[in-house]
């Protein structure tokens, strides 16, 4: 009985190691690194990158082949020594802005940089002005002495 | 007191004006930072033939279109009939056959028709990653000097070759001519 249980515990592990191998390899797990630093500028440029292809995903999260190759080149410009603003000019030069998951601060990104702010700014302007009217609407009525005279006649039902 | 109510409606209308402009623009058509700039290195082999090298020399000397293409890729087919006719009217065509097998290309080439001039085999994709290529086909436009000029992500139509490719072809060209006399 045991003996069944090792040999379908070694068919298993033969049949899930090249799985998991493929699967390693298709994600595109990096080899070695020089260095801790290395591999801290990897794995933040590959956050950092946008697939062009799958364009709501970062090179880390995309299966595409193309964002494979992308890996890849991060990785050997890392391995090369290249900086990280290097790499990130590379693929721009290459791919344009739009290759930055996170927009640069330039001319033509101002207003996208500037719309929280400027949303913020015309919602408060908003809430500011109904609570101004409510508290107008709500203020107490204030009546001269004849409409004080004339409510309370009313009141007494003369 | 009536601005007042119109006020939001002026405030949907203009968000709505917005989102509209937003429909009709393509996400997917970025504009590439290489127009403008020479053609990329690459070194890679002939498609036909595993011993010949090229690089991106052999697609600089002329005005010339640069096809980024697989067999994998149906719009790619779907564009080739369109190459057909450019190369027809005797526009250099040069191709870059993209992440592909050559065995599979070459037997798709033989048994239709072939509108390239010369063909580097990227199975990786690296001469890929230089030309900024991220979906199949594109074509790029190349002047005498090898600069690109012109780029179009996605399959060349008949009004965009009418409209925009040959318009440009003419005035490189007469660029050309003016630059050797």
Known sequence: MTRLAWRGGLLLAAWLLPAGLALALAIGAPGEFASDAERTQYETLIRELRCTVCQGETIHESNAALAGDMRERVYEMTRDGQSAAAIVDFMVSRYGDYVRYRPPLQANTALLWASPLLLLLAGGGVWWRVVRQRRATTAPPTFTAEERAALERLRRGD | ?181
């Open chain 2, 1 to 181: 007191m009536k601005w007042r109510l119109l006020l939001p409606l002026a405030a949907v209308m203009a968000l709505l004006g917005v989102l509209l402009v937003g429909l009709g623009l393509n996400s997917r058509e970025l504009p590439s930072p290489l127009v403008g700039q020479p053609a990329p290195a690459f070194t890679l082999t002939a498609l036909e033939d595993p011993e010949r090298v090229l690089t991106e020399a052999d697609f600089i000397g002329e005005v010339a279109l640069v096809n980024v293409w697989a067999t994998w890729c149906s719009t790619c087919r779907a564009e080739k009939p369109l190459l057909m006719e450019l190369a027809g009217r005797g526009i250099p065509i040069h191709g870059i056959n993209y992440r592909d097998e050559r065995a599979a290309a070459r037997r798709y080439l033989a048994i239709s028709d072939n509108p390239y001039r010369t063909i580097a085999f990227d199975p990786e994709g690296d001469a890929g990653l230089e030309w900024g290529v991220y979906a199949t086909p594109e074509t790029y436009l190349l002047d005498a000097k090898g600069v690109i000029r012109y780029k179009r992500t996605g399959p060349l139509s008949r009004e965009l070759i009418r409209d925009e490719v040959l318009p440009l072809i003419d005035e490189l060209r007469a660029e050309q001519r003016e630059g050797t006399s």
